[in-house]
Nanobody
Framework: QVQLVESGGGLVQAGGSLRLSCAASGSVFGINVMGWYRQAPGKQRELVAT???????AYAESVKGRFTISRDNAKNTVILQMNSLKQEDTAVYYC?????????????WGQGTQVTVSS
């Protein structure tokens, strides 16, 4: 079992920055993908950014150039640095860990942390 603990959410003015952290504990395999997703009211949960154990990254087009995802493999921690925040970034942000082992996929989610961007 894997537990994901998030921190860093809050309220920030448009144009400001926030840093989200997510620490994974438990049965974390050596090769995995960690990422951040977000869900705004009335909308589907969407991908924000992902990062592999080898530090390959992928970003939603809407956050490219503004958000940076990174990870510390030794600590099983993923960071999302969010700069130049916009009101449309307001959402609940969820940490995710996805790992495959012997043909079985394991997917875990954090509890979510609220990010609110004010005008």
């Amino acid at each position: 079992q894997v537990q994901l603990v998030e921190s860093g959410g809050g309220l920030v003015q448009a144009g400001g920055s926030l840093r989200l952290s997510c620490a994974a504990s438990g049965s974390v395999f050596g090769i995995n993908v960690m990422g951040w997703y977000r869900q705004a009211p009335g909308k589907q949960r969407e991908l924000v950014a992902t990062i592999t154990t080898s530090s390959s990254t992928a970003y939603a087009e809407s956050v490219k150039g503004r958000f940076t995802i990174s990870r510390d493999n030794a600590k099983n921690t993923v960071i999302l640095q969010m700069n130049s925040l916009k009101q449309e970034d307001t959402a609940v942000y969820y940490c995710n860990l996805n790992q495959d082992r012997w043909g079985t996929r394991y997917n875990y989610w954090g509890q979510g942390t609220q990010v609110t961007v004010s005008s």
